[in-house]
């Protein structure tokens, strides 16, 4: 499994346990040079998306990865995480249906967090 793919289903995996919502794994490593996941979801409420961010980041960590730069906080209603090879978005419910980060990335592979092993 590559370093990003890692990256990628620790991701997925915090949001999982806060019990994110639709969560989505683009591998967009073929047609962008910006990053080779994105990680997409969101939650239901202000403390859900709070907690989800919290356990990204304390995942993350615990993997050792660190992030380059985060965008929003504890406050927002769409929260891009950045760490390098994948970006985390975690959105509101609404703000996930407005900005529909998969349709302006469909060129990318939909992926499940099994397909991640194999990466």
């Known amino acids: 499994m590559s370093e990003s793919a ?24 073929e047609i962008s040079v910006i990053a080779d996941y994105l990680v997409i979801a969101n939650g239901d ?9 919290e356990q990204v980041e ?5 993997a050792g990865f660190a992030s380059k730069r985060v965008e ?7 929260i891009l995480m950045d760490y390098g090879d994948v970006i985390v978005h975690i959105f509101s419910r609404e703000d996930r249906l407005f900005y529909d980060l998969e349709r302006i990335w469909r060129d ?4 499940d967090r099994e397909t991640l092993a194999d990466a």
Do not use: C, F, H
């Not at 409420?45 to 961010?53: G, K």
């Not at 304390?58 to 615990?62: P, W």
């Not at 929003?72 to 769409?78: D, E, F, R, V, Y």
């Not at 990318?108 to 992926?111: A, M, S």
């Open 6 to 29: 890692k990256m990628a289903r620790v991701a997925y995996d915090a949001l999982d346990e806060k019990l994110g919502e639709d969560i989505e794994i683009l591998k967009i490593d």
């Open 45 to 53: 409420n202000p403390n859900q998306i709070r907690a989800m961010l």
């Open 58 to 62: 304390q995942r993350m960590t615990e």
């Open 72 to 78: 929003g906080n504890a406050k927002s209603t769409w």
């Open 108 to 111: 990318g592979q939909k992926i």
